[in-house]
């Protein structure tokens, strides 16, 4: 029988190394493309080159006085763009799937992005003017109380509410902790000093929370500069030192590598995990659940040492 024709091109001819002959040419491999949001996949396990799951390096987190059993009015301040609500939705989420009853609350004018990722949070009208956004607030910190119910309150970056607040009750703490409540303020900070001036107003008016922890953002540090360094400037503000002498605990957040995809999905953080789509066609890709999941066992690790100033 007359061998058949090899009509392959001499360019795409290999020689096979058993037989000395050029094999059937195979099937041309898919031409790789930069999509946006494409990366989706099984889920992916990223370890170190000891064999180990990576972690957010850090040194042990500071311990916090020890607040357990007691319900918690937690106020969350912090100026524009230093990422304060994301961790107030990390803080939500994880109260919430420990099935633990939660009062939340959406203070933030200019950014509502708490109340579009968590159900049941309040907010007060769009159209609320200053002194009726004070009496609301007095409505659910009563009704917080009454309830025996722990809280968890947005304030945005200039709100004045809070500061409004402690003015008209200077005894306020007091108030919540002959209730048995502790109160605690934790206040997101970028580099910047100015992002301490939420901070240093609410000393000026002699406002004493029952603990306070100062979240240093690691997602605002600029590339190319360690976190020590961004954020030597802050340790040292004397608003800062002076609330370390109070007791305050400074936290390091984590940056959130997969946060883009994370907002563009409108997803909570472990939906992203668990590979749910939200308002996009295709899940968060391997990599990205897995920077996402990487990021919650950081978060976890970050804030053990106040993790009893959680609800």
Known sequence: MPEQKDNTPELLRFPNPISGRSPSPATPASIFNFGQDEDTGPEMEL????????ASPGPAPLTGMDLSGRHKIIFWVG???????????????????????LLMADLDTTNDTFSRYIDKVARP????????????????LQHSLTQKMSAL???????????????????????FEAQGFAVVL??????????????????????????????????????????????????RHSAVRR??????VPVFMPRLVAAQPVEIRRLKFNDAVAGKTGRADTPLGPFDR????LWLDAMDANFAGVSSWLP
């Open 243 to 248: 609330a370390i002498n109070e007791g305050a």
């Open 79 to 101: 100026r524009g763009k230093t990422g304060k609500t994301t961790g107030i939705r990390w803080l939500a989420e994880k109260t919430l799937l420990n099935g633990t009853p």
């Open 153 to 175: 309150i947005d304030l945005g970056g200039g709100d004045t509410t809070l500061r409004r607040l402690a003015v008209e009750l200077p005894d306020l703490v007091a108030l």
């Open 186 to 235: 934790f206040h997101t900070v970028g580099p910047q000093e100015e992002d301490l001036s939420p901070l240093a107003t609410l000393q000026g008016l002699g406002f004493k929370p029952t603990a306070s922890a100062i979240i240093l953002n690691e997602a605002m540090v600029d590339v190319g500069e360690t976190r020590d360094m961004a954020f030597a400037r802050i340790l």
């Open 290 to 293: 897995a920077r996402v999941r």
């Open 47 to 54: 370890v170190s080159a000891a064999g180990q799951a990576m």
């Open 125 to 140: 009208p769009e159209a609320i003017d200053p002194a009726m956004s004070l009496k609301w607030l007095d409505r659910l």
